[in-house]
């Protein structure tokens, strides 16, 4: 995006804070329905050509938000209500969790996800993200393994204790001394994966840092995502669309696309084929669901697929065309530390795409 904001000029976001409302009044007092314009931004699009320019970090035409219409009249409130807030957060450099946000004025706001949509339009009337706001997500990921860093003063030493989880940090711009001699980074789908390679002692076995999102990434865990990650998720279609969400970003921040994506992520399975591999029992294996059928169909539209991981959709395709499912825990149906001796043959074997 151009004219990035740097986090370090709080003045320079106030200054475009007073201005967006200085135009808003002018327009009332002048008789004018106030309306701004926001760019639009996209990761994917269906054109299989792959001729788009979903990958240039470009806007893709503008939204005009008008106060003529009676939804846009909303969503222009919510925007001036959560612009006074970050003002004051920016002024006393204090934070806030989007969630804190809603429950200043619940009755207000009605849902999360109106509160979610206006800071993703400020963030892009703005030219800023959402960290640069002082608006920080409720932390969800978990990371252990080999790597000690500082966060806001607080020392946390994952090496010491290789198999514990800790919370992976919220505020990236706080985190430094950053000190690692870790080989790759996995990321797990899920927390009960974490917990077996934690219990079966996985990181001081392997020199590797282990990061779990639970299941659909927040913002901390994908921007802590460095330039090579190896990614076990399920075979079924929403686990391949959150390992997308790491590769690719996600829609709702496409406009922040750039700084989330890590382009260096291999898949390193499970695959469907793996079932057959390891003799997995049928008892194990799902038939695909009309929702999951739907959702897989949907992803394989995306043209980031076409053009960037022709390897990933095909093997989407081959688990639609066969209609099942099965999920990684399966892997462990023979022996409960099966999947700390699977990762490292997959890694050593470089059978990953």
């Not at 002082?134 to 932390?139: A, E, I, L, T, Y």
Request: charged share 25%; with cysteine; glycine share 6%.
């Amino acid at each position: 995006m151009a004219g990035r904001v740097s986090p370090s000029e709080p003045a320079d976001l106030l200054a475009k804070i007073r201005g967006f409302v200085r135009l808003v009044l002018e327009d009332l007092c002048n008789g004018r329905p106030p309306s701004v314009a926001l760019d639009r931004f996209k990761t994917y699009c269906s054109d299989p050509s792959g001729n788009c320019s979903c990958s240039t970090d470009l806007p893709c035409g503008k939204d005009i938000v008008s106060l003529e219409s009676k939804s846009h009249a909303y969503r222009i409130d919510i925007m001036l209500r959560l612009l006074l807030i970050i003002q004051q957060l920016l002024q006393e450099n204090k934070h806030a969790s989007k969630r804190d946000i809603y429950y200043m004025e619940p009755s207000v706001f009605q849902d999360q996800g109106n509160v979610d949509r206006a800071i993703n339009d400020i963030c892009i009337l703005l030219e800023c993200s959402r960290h640069h706001l002082n608006v920080v997500p409720m932390g969800k990921g978990l990371v252990m393994g080999w790597l000690r860093f500082i966060e806001a003063g607080r020392k946390v030493n994952c090496i010491k204790n290789p198999n514990d989880g800790f919370p992976v940090p919220i505020c990236i711009e706080e985190t430094k001394d950053i000190v690692s001699v870790a080989q790759y980074i996995l990321v797990v789908e899920k927390e009960t994966v974490f917990q077996r390679l934690a219990n079966d002692k996985f990181c001081e076995r392997n020199r590797c840092i282990v990061i779990t999102g639970r299941g659909y990434p927040d913002a901390p865990t994908r921007r802590n995502g460095l330039t090579f990650l190896v990614n076990p998720v399920y075979a079924d279609p929403y686990g391949f669309d959150i390992l997308t969400t790491y590769r690719f970003g996600s829609m709702q921040m496409a406009y922040d696309a750039k700084i989330f994506r890590v382009p260096g992520i291999y898949w390193l399975g499970v695959f469907l084929s793996d079932s057959e591999k390891y003799c997995l029992p049928n008892r194990c294996l799902l038939n695909l669901t009309a929702k999951d059928k739907q959702k897989a169909e949907a992803i394989l539209m995306r043209c980031y697929l076409h053009r960037e991981a022709p390897k990933w959709r095909l093997e989407l395709e081959i688990m639609l065309d066969k209609g099942v499912k099965y999920e990684i825990e399966a892997l462990s149906a023979s022996s409960l530390s099966f999947l700390s001796t699977y990762i490292p043959q997959q890694i050593q074997g470089r059978h990953y795409i």
